[in-house]
């Protein structure tokens, strides 16, 4: 009799420690520069969190999270037959002007480009943008 409502506890337990754990990250961005306040550490996780230079988790707005989703799908690509330019580890040279320049991880690979790198997908340029962005706007930075 016993038996079954230990298990049955156990159960409940397993459960509920699965639920509500952390969000996987979509993204990290490291983020350097000759500008002031280049310097910038972005992890973007799932769950409309981001983590700004080691600091706390910060929420972020949904149409955010859209964007940040749409942008690990487009640089992971569909599969390893198709894959994004992270799978392939596409990484750009900066232009003779550059200011910034940027190192996104994703789950499967990485991307290296400058904010002048010649021939960017068109993703590196929403990449730039929302790490500006939530920057900006979620971490309280000036850059």
């Given at each position: 009799?016993r ?6 506890a ?6 509920l420690v699965g639920?509500?754990g ?9 983020r ?9 550490e ?13 600091g706390?988790l ?10 940040a ?5 487009e640089l992971n ?5 198709d ?5 392939d580890?596409?990484?750009l040279?900066?232009?003779?002007f550059?200011n910034?320049r940027?190192?996104?991880r994703?789950e499967?690979?990485?991307?290296g480009?400058?904010d ?6 068109e993703?590196?340029y929403?990449?730039?943008k929302?790490?500006r962005?939530?920057a900006k ?5 000036a850059?």
């Amino acid at each position: 009799m016993r038996a079954p409502l230990v298990l049955a506890a156990v159960l409940v337990a397993a459960v509920l420690v699965g639920c509500g754990g952390p969000s996987p990250d979509l993204f990290a961005v490291n983020r350097t520069g000759r500008l002031p306040g280049a310097k910038l550490e972005l992890v973007v996780g799932d769950g409309g969190q981001v983590r700004c230079n080691g600091g706390a988790l910060l929420d972020f707005p949904s149409d955010m999270l859209i964007d940040a989703r749409e942008i690990a799908r487009e640089l992971n690509g569909e599969s390893e037959e198709d894959p994004g330019p992270a799978r392939d580890g596409l990484v750009l040279e900066s232009g003779a002007f550059s200011n910034l320049r940027y190192r996104v991880r994703t789950e499967f690979g990485s991307v290296g480009f400058g904010d002048t790198s010649k021939d960017q997908p068109e993703v590196f340029y929403r990449v730039a943008k929302l790490t500006r962005d939530l920057a900006k706007k979620v971490c309280g930075l000036a850059r």
